[in-house]
């Protein structure tokens, strides 16, 4: 078994100043932890992946596609591989868990 504490997650993160921290690698998926301030720009571009996005806090709006839908705690958004998707009028800190299928490489 592995397990994951998010406060521990977050400090990692945080340590390696970055937005986006892997924590988990395995033969079928990876997860992530990524995160973004209120009014900061998602950098994103497609994955050759599909994903799945967890909110674990925060608010915002995500694209993907021509199909834009506002996210909050709780709220799970997948994302077919190869497709433009974007978060944007981040209103608080968003904190998301990212699991993507085949492993990102």
Known sequence: MKAFRLDELEGERLANDGAYLQFLGERNMSVGLYALDAGQMDPQTPHAQDEVYVVMSGRASITVGEETTQVGRGS?????????????????????LVVFSPPES
Do not use: N, W
């Open 76 to 96: 799970v958004v997948y994302v077919p591989a190869g497709v433009t998707h974007r978060f944007h009028h981040i209103s608080e800190a968003l904190r998301v």
